[in-house]
């Protein structure tokens, strides 16, 4: 089930990321992240990402590829491909597990 769960994530991250953009891809030299080698088949998708201000990576040296993706990732990564709107409110009702404070917040607001 979890397995199906991650698959689904990165089925949707990669819709996501060629619904953004049509044009290809430009080949990797050197990605930034310890663990996300140049000629890893998903690097040149990592600078994509990394270029448009889509994902940031889990710290500046690692993007973590194979780590599982937490709904607070997933509701910031849909929120900065959707161009970061406006709106919401301030209020987090209804998610009393979501932190003022969190880099997410105003992603799920």
């Given at each position: ?9 990165w ?7 060629f619904?953004?953009?049509f044009?290809?891809?430009a080949?990797v ?28 990576g ?6 973590s ?24 409110g301030?209020?987090?009702?209804g ?8 880099y997410?917040a105003?992603?799920?607001?």
């Amino acid at each position: 089930m979890r397995n199906l769960k991650r698959l689904a994530v990165w089925l949707t991250m990669t819709a996501l990321l060629f619904c953004l953009s049509f044009t290809a891809f430009a080949a990797v030299e050197d990605t930034g992240f310890s663990d996300v080698d140049a000629g890893a088949w998903y690097a040149e998708a990592v600078a994509y990402v990394q270029e448009h201000g889509i994902m940031n990576g889990t710290t500046s040296t690692a993007f973590s590829p194979d780590a599982t993706t937490t709904r607070g990732q997933m509701a910031a990564i849909l929120y900065r491909a959707a161009g970061s709107p406006a709106g919401g409110g301030d209020s987090l009702a209804g998610f009393s597990d979501v932190a003022d404070s969190a880099y997410y917040a105003q992603a799920v607001r």
